[in-house]
């Protein structure tokens, strides 16, 4: 097991303690709109009776993801929950200022995951980086950020960690997703802010932006559920299903628009590429040019542009490389045979 234990607690969360054995809905004031309305960011907390860590979950930081929204709605219907030791911190629209406006970003046009640790009287963003540090970050032991693709482009269900912390490494096989991909820390984001206080974090990418993704979905539900499990969270079940294990990626890199024009793909998400294997094709409007785009290397497509427009170098898809190709597809498969039927933790 990977928990703390300790005594039972009551978890401060802004003005509001919340004592063992309930659950809250804690409103965190944000910067106020222009309108003299009032901001807030909504935050669950699900104290369990039992001693446990606590776990932050996050969705949101960029406004228009929305799997995760719909990720931790679904996890805080789970029954299994009346059984939690230690608590949950969940905050399902980080971002409520891109959120209300379908965004990425904040009004002052900054990426809030890289923002962090932030500032109490610095911009929006680093107000708002600010409070998630300071009021859910530094309550928790472990996180998870759930994320998907930026607007017109998908990624297939996969897990960015730092996988040299054999506790994340650890995490990230439990959760189940197809792939797991060794990522670098990068600086302002919530899981190297995270990382540097000893906190374990997972990034759990899947789907696009402003779209739900059934697969996505489901799988993101049952990962935490794993994760919680192995935490000691949540009791193991008698009767469960192995997880996937998942293929970790040696390297990844991002196929170009040759040139700008008309993209047609030829290839989806999951599927086995070879060298040299037309994934998909550059056109202009009236058909007179046609360029090729061919996979340089042997991989899975874990992510790909959805727009049919391009510009000469825009990112068209994303290759994973593995040790074993072929295993990496099986894996693929398998993970979406178990999720044809929606979760439920028992």
């Known amino acids: 097991m990977l928990n703390k234990v300790s005594s039972p607690r009551a978890i401060r969360i802004g003005a509001e303690e919340v004592p063992p054995g309930q659950r809250v809905i804690v409103d965190l004031p944000v910067?106020?709109?222009y309108t003299h309305t009032r901001?807030?960011?909504?935050v669950h907390v699900v104290n369990g009776r039992h001693a446990g860590p606590t776990l932050f979950i996050t969705a949101a930081l960029h406004g228009d993801e929305l799997n995760g929204v719909e990720i931790i709605k679904r996890l805080l219907g789970q029954t299994a929950l009346r059984r939690?030791?230690?608590?949950v911190l969940a905050v399902p629209?980080?971002?409520?200022f891109g959120f209300i406006n379908r965004s990425r970003y904040l009004p002052d046009r900054r990426d809030l995951n890289r923002s962090f640790p932030g500032r109490e009287k610095g911009s929006i963003a680093a107000r708002v980086a600010h409070l998630v540090a300071t009021e859910i970050v530094a309550n928790a032991d472990y996180g998870i950020d759930l994320h998907t693709g930026a607007v017109d482009r998908t990624n297939l269900p996969q897990v960015r960690a730092d996988l040299r912390d054999p506790r994340v490494r650890q995490l990230a096989d439990v959760f189940g997703a197809p792939v797991v991909i060794d990522s670098a820390l990068r600086e302002g984001s919530i899981r190297s802010y995270a990382g540097g206080k000893g906190i374990p974090v997972l990034?759990?990418?899947?789907?696009?932006?402003?779209?739900f993704d059934e697969l996505s979905i489901r799988a993101g539900v049952r990962g935490i559920g794993r994760v919680m499990r192995q935490l000691g969270m949540l009791p193991a079940r008698k009767r469960s299903r192995p997880p996937i294990q998942p293929v970790r990626a040696n390297a990844t890199s991002w196929v170009r628009a040759p040139s700008s024009g008309i993209f047609r793909s030829s290839c989806h998400l999951g599927a086995?590429?070879?060298?040299d294997q037309v994934l998909g094709r550059v056109t202009d409007p009236f058909g007179e040019f046609e360029i090729?785009?061919?996979?340089p290397a042997p991989g899975l497509v874990i992510g790909r542009s959805t727009s049919p427009l391009t510009h000469e170098g825009d990112a068209l898809f994303h290759i994973a490389r593995f040790d074993n190709t072929q295993a990496a597809q099986a894996t693929f498969d398998e993970f979406q045979e178990t999720h044809s039927v929606a979760p439920t933790w028992g």
Do not use: F
Request: charged letters at 25%; proline letters at 6%.
């Open 292 to 295: 090729e785009i061919t996979a």
């Open 203 to 211: 990034v759990y990418e899947a789907g696009e932006a402003l779209r």
């Open 31 to 33: 910067a106020d709109l």
């Open 272 to 275: 086995r590429v070879k060298p």
């Open 39 to 42: 901001m807030m960011m909504p």
């Open 84 to 87: 939690l030791r230690g608590a």
């Open 93 to 96: 629209i980080v971002n409520v």
